[in-house]
């Protein structure tokens, strides 16, 4: 039987088979099929969509990065570790954006599931992603056998409130509202907004109430370090109370305290929002010159007080050098608040020098530094620029509006709302 059934098999002739999948995809479309690319710095690895933008996804997160990075420092990744970022549009879950967090053969693996690509899932995407780096953080100071045992997690207040007060737009978006909030007392109180450990996805009142605390937190003088001891705690699984919070940015544990102090903060900041021009960028410039209160945060030598900040690339080996440059790249990004968008991209570009020089994300040569410092006073020179042709055009509006005033300043109202001045000019 066997052997008739071999001679039957024998007996079929043999047909070339030509397998679809075994036929050679034709170049533009290879393009458009999905693979797995990695980040320039390889600590992100992005999945699901084509090659192109699948590299742009991987340089969005590398942004994230660099964001939370300019307040803690450089975010932990030992060697071959990377966040796997997942692009699945199939819409088989009612979640846009899933940050996950898990072990797998005694190793925590992070993972951000993105299911779709418009700007309110992207901004979710951004806050669940530095989620996940600021948990790195914790991670780095557990044991690796202990980081299975009970996997570390950064509450929603501090994660999202850092990933919104380290983005510009986003920034001022929540100030704004915040600030309105707080203006008609409807803002939560500081205790209160430590309680929200998880935030849902969305745009609501609570996140900007985050982000006025986080920023409030940065800008204070014990700020980084307590956001420091803090992770260290949560690793250690005892995290901060609100009071020992309270007490470690006041120096008291005293709610009202808090209270007041943190309401002072708003209200000054409240007052800077409205300037808009010359007066708020004079306070960036000054950030230019080493200021006797940051050399002494640092234990930095007192004769460096007046000194620009250039001059650092010359002593950049001192150990109070990188954390001078982290301090003020940090001022100098705060100090972008209610200034117009040249004068932000100032800032940015002298703290991006700065983040070079104190080593962020890597060593830079001595040539890197000078060029990045060329590239801030090019931007500062474009701004001065801009400011003085601003001020000749308000002189001019003010003439047209009122030939009598004569030569004085120009009204408050036309320097706070240029829109709205020009819109008064008769229409020709």
């Known amino acids: 039987m066997r052997r008739a059934a071999l001679v039957l098999l024998a007996a079929i002739p043999v047909l070339p088979v030509h397998p679809v999948a075994a036929q050679p995809i034709p170049p533009q479309e290879r393009l458009l099929q999905p693979r797995t690319v990695f980040s320039p710095t390889r600590r992100f690895m992005v999945s699901g969509l084509p090659p192109a933008e699948g590299i742009t996804l991987g340089r969005w997160a590398e942004e994230v990065a660099e964001r939370v990075q300019s307040v803690m420092g450089p975010v932990p990744f030992e060697r071959g570790q990377f966040v796997e970022v997942v692009v699945d549009v199939t819409g ?97 109180s500081m205790d209160e907004v430590m309680t929200q450990s998880h935030m849902p996805l969305g745009r609501w009142a609570r996140k900007a109430d985050a982000t006025l605390l986080v920023n409030w937190i940065v800008a204070t003088p014990r700020g980084a370090e307590a956001l420091h001891e803090y992770i260290r705690r949560l690793a250690e699984g005892a995290p901060f109370s609100p009071a020992e919070w309270r007490a470690r940015l006041t120096g008291q544990a005293d709610a009202r305290v808090a209270a007041q102090e943190w309401d002072l903060w708003i209200a000054h900041l409240q007052g800077r929002q409205r300037e808009i021009g010359v007066g708020s960028v004079a306070s960036v410039l000054r950030l230019r010159e080493l200021a006797l209160e940051d050399l002494s945060a640092v234990s930095g030598p007192p004769e460096w007080a007046g000194a620009s ?61 000078q060029e990045l410092w060329s590239q801030a006073e090019e931007s500062r020179i474009a701004l001065e620029t801009l400011l003085e042709s601003r001020r000749l055009y308000l002189q001019d509006l003010e003439d047209r509006l009122d030939p009598d005033a004569g030569k004085g300043a120009a009204p408050a109202s036309v320097r706070e709302f240029l829109d709205d001045i020009e819109q008064r000019l008769p229409t020709p």
């Open 309 to 369: 900040i250039v001059q650092l690339v010359g002593a950049r080996k001192e150990p109070w050098v990188r954390q001078l440059a982290v301090r003020l790249a940090v001022r100098f990004r705060l100090e972008t608040l209610g200034i117009e968008p040249e004068g932000q991209l100032m800032a940015e570009r002298y703290a991006l020098f700065l983040d070079a020089l104190a080593g962020r994300p890597r060593i830079a040569s001595e040539s890197r530094l």
């Open 92 to 188: 088989e879950s009612g979640l846009t954006v899933e940050a996950v967090q898990r072990c797998v053969d005694d190793e925590v693996r992070q993972l951000l599931i993105v299911r779709r690509l418009d700007e309110d899932s992207m901004e979710a995407a951004e806050e669940r992603l530095g989620g996940l780096l600021l948990n790195r953080y914790a991670l780095a100071r557990q044991a690796p056998a202990a980081r299975c045992a009970s996997t570390v997690r950064v509450p929603d207040w501090l994660s999202v409130g850092l990933a919104h007060q380290t983005n510009p737009d986003l920034r001022r978006r929540d100030l704004a509202l915040g600030m309105k909030r707080w203006a008609r007392d409807e803002l939560v």
